[in-house]
């Protein structure tokens, strides 16, 4: 079973590079001579411009909130990772809506200084640059922030004695120790930006996953799309290759937490801080939150309709099938994992790898992939089943539910399998043994002992998986059956032809589902602390002892 779940995560991906076997030269010298060079440069600008923002946002707020005190400190705190559960498209249409030429800001600006007055374009490579970064930080923040808090005091206090100021403590120290995590809060972010399509497509901002979808719909070419695909997947695996290089073999070791050493911040630099956490907060939160709010109270009597409640119903049914098959898939490579037998640990090891590889890849390039496998699939039991009857079948999985959950399964067994096994691994063997010994059979033990204990790594999967399918707009958009339109796919409709307003509530509808997860992330991240706090020596009398985990 654990094979099976690998073959059908590679299978879209050698279907995809299977493509450049019939090349097609008057496709591609078309794309050279027209639009190659432009989504090659734009996607490394776009790039870059994130990783600089990212790396800015979320490094610094997670130094201001771990390493200093400063008024609102608590707050920002945990308020600076609600915009994880904003989507970047819905950003991006509320920063146009607002913005633009024709929005409420300038218009505004208009009747008060006259019609000369003009604002940055925002429908430019900065303004994408600008939403993806506000969207994407909290990876690098989240991260970061959890890698400042475990450094040693000792380690710090060392530093200081020996002459760092608090930017050298910070450049020289801090910085270093927190790189691996800081790495893999940026890497996160990179390879949500190669594989976004909605944020560009509302700023008409070509890269690869608008020319793949460019290729499908406009020119009919699933070939062209393909190969697009494959250049697309040539990125991910250089950013892949980029991480682990940069992440490196380093390990370093956490001795106290560091919460007690805070820099109080006073003066200009206190008001500089609670400033910036706040104008990051405000624009990434606060205000797209409330212009949603406003444009859905202008059009719910109207909106709130069948249709909607239709959306809501495929988006959920969609979000429930799709996460209880890959909780399904992802308990199976846990189980298998752990139980592998020493002549199938290679198999399964290297299995188990393959099946995670989906969260990397782009939506748009997993579309391609289910899509060209879906369909050699009925092309051969078509041809069989002809053969045998004589009569014609027409398409058993394209076009249908089944080809979407398959992309699902391949795109989120990842997010799925480390909630299940870390928790798995807590839990001791023997257990297990005992149970065994006592009579109880592979069911019972796995009824019995197994879920009950799994059930807080399985409800934060399903969480995860739940709203990230619920979120999907490129895989969702490419695959989806005639008729089965989701929130996500309305919110493309709609700003496609720039009505913001009508994409207002299902976009605040998905971030509301979003805060979910947040709110969970947002729990786990403080329990290290909270335990911390709890087995912190106390001096009772002048005796020291430790509190005891409740």
């Given amino acids: 079973m654990t094979i099976g779940i690998a073959i059908m995560v590679a299978l879209p991906l050698m279907v995809i590079f299977s493509g450049w076997l019939q090349p097609n030269n008057s496709v591609w010298q078309h794309l050279a001579q027209t639009v190659l060079a432009d989504l090659i440069i734009n996607t490394l600008v776009l790039q870059a411009g994130v990783a600089v923002g990212v790396l800015l946002l979320g490094v610094g707020l997670a130094w201001l909130t ?14 600076l990772m609600l915009p994880l559960a904003i989507p970047a498209y819905v950003l991006a249409f509320v920063v146009l809506g607002m913005f ?44 970061a922030r959890s890698a400042f808090l475990a450094q040693s005091a000792h380690t710090l206090d060392a530093a200081k004695i020996l002459g760092q100021n608090s930017w050298g403590v910070f450049f020289r120290v801090s910085l270093p120790m927190a790189r691996p ?23 008409n901002y070509d890269t690869f996953t608008t020319a ?46 560091l919460r007690d050493i805070r820099l109080p911040l006073k003066g200009f630099r206190a008001f500089f801080a609670t400033a910036v956490s706040g104008l990051v907060f405000f624009l990434a939160f606060l205000l797209p939150v409330a212009q949603l709010c406003a444009w859905s ?19 959920l049914a969609l979000g429930a099938s ?39 890849l782009p939506g748009s390039v997993l579309a391609v992939g289910v899509m060209l496998a ?12 002809h053969a045998f009857t004589g009569v014609e079948t027409g398409q058993l999985l394209g076009g249908t539910v089944v080809a979407l959950l398959i992309a699902y399964l391949v795109r989120f067994l990842a997010v799925a399998f480390g909630p299940i096994e870390s928790g798995l691994q807590r839990i001791r063997p023997s257990l297990a043994d005992s149970a065994r010994s006592l009579g109880a059979n592979n069911r019972r033990i796995f009824l019995s002992i197994y879920l009950p204990l799994l059930r807080p790594g399985l409800l934060t999967a399903a969480l995860l998986v739940l709203v990230d399918v619920m979120k999907e ?15 996500s796919v309305r919110i493309y409709e709609m700003t496609s032809e720039g009505e913001w307003q009508h994409a207002a509530l299902p976009a605040i509808t998905l971030i509301l589902a979003g805060l979910l997860p947040v709110i969970v992330l947002v729990n786990r991240s403080a329990r290290p602390i909270r335990e911390s706090v709890k087995q912190q020596p106390l001096s009772v009398n002048g005796h020291t002892k430790t509190q005891e985990p409740m």
């Avoid at 298998?336 to 989906?358: E, F, M, P």
């Avoid at 369909?375 to 078509?382: P, R």
């Avoid at 707009?473 to 929130?487: I, K, S």
Wanted: aromatic share 14%; glycine share 8%.
């Fill in 100 to 143: 633009d030429f024709a929005g409420p800001l300038q218009t505004q600006l208009r009747e008060w200084f006259g019609s000369d007055i003009r604002l940055p374009q925002i429908r430019s490579t900065g303004g994408v640059i600008i939403v993806m970064t506000l969207v994407l930080y909290p990876y690098v923040y989240m991260l």
């Fill in 473 to 487: 707009m490129p895989a969702t958009l490419l695959l989806r059956p005639f008729g089965w339109d989701t929130l």
């Fill in 297 to 315: 109270y202008q059009v719910v009597t109207a909106d709130l309709d069948r249709r909607y409640f239709e959306l809501l119903w495929h988006t």
């Fill in 181 to 203: 995590a800081i790495v893999a809060g940026l890497s996160l972010a990179m390879m949500e930006t190669l594989a976004d399509f909605g944020t560009v497509a509302v700023f």
């Fill in 66 to 79: 771990t390493m200093t005190e400063f008024p609102g400190r608590r707050w920002f705190d945990w308020l």
């Fill in 212 to 257: 793949i979808y460019k290729a499908w719909f406009g020119l009919f070419n699933l070939q062209a799309a393909s190969q697009l695909a494959s250049l697309l997947l040539i990125f991910v695996a250089v950013a892949l290759y980029a991480e682990r290089h940069l992440r490196g073999r380093a390990k370093y070791h956490q001795a106290q937490a």
């Fill in 322 to 360: 799709a996460t209880l098959l890959t909780l399904t898939g992802a308990l199976l490579l846990a189980f298998a994992q752990r139980y592998q037998g020493k002549k199938g640990d290679l198999i399964i090891r290297n299995s188990v790898a393959v099946a995670t590889l989906g969260y990397a």
């Fill in 374 to 385: 879906v369909t050699g699939v009925d092309n051969a039991l078509g041809s069989l089943w």
